[in-house]
């Protein structure tokens, strides 16, 4: 099921909008025009990367800087250690929609702790 995001005009170059899906997932426009979009929070600690900073095709978490690659999901500088999952988007008469991905998120240790019940 594709969901729509929010218009392309409306997500200038460089920003990003988070989707409060659960989990929540959030569309990068780079500067130079790619539209990436990525699970929102990063596998290290419990922090959106909606909020980071994106330099290229890598969101930097605001947390512990943590990289991403927006392209893989791949961490490209600790403390994380699990990629994020990436999902694929596509832009049609205006419109970012992202299609989710099946795969199991990487979810940080907290939030599984939580999930399950226990301390977060």
């Given at each position: 099921?594709?969901?729509p ?7 200038p170059?460089?920003?990003?909008h ?7 997932v ?7 025009g790619?539209?990436?979009a ?6 290290h600690?419990d922090?959106s990367?909606a ?9 930097e978490c605001?947390?512990?800087?943590s ?12 403390p994380?250690?699990?990629?994020v ?12 929609y992202?299609?989710?991905?099946t ?6 240790p907290c ?8 301390p977060a």
């Open positions: 099921m594709m969901i995001a929010c218009r392309l005009a409306d997500l170059r460089g920003e990003a988070r989707l409060d899906i659960d989990p929540p959030s569309v990068f426009h780079t500067d130079d790619e539209v990436f990525i699970d929102d929070t990063c596998t600690q922090a990367l909020d980071g900073w994106l330099e290229g095709c890598e969101v605001p947390l512990h800087a990289k991403f690659d927006l392209r893989t999901g791949a961490v490209d500088s600790p994380a250690k699990l990629p999952r990436t999902h694929q988007v596509l832009i049609e008469d205006g419109m970012i992202v299609q989710p991905s795969d199991a998120p990487n979810l940080p939030i599984v702790a939580r999930l399950a019940g226990g």
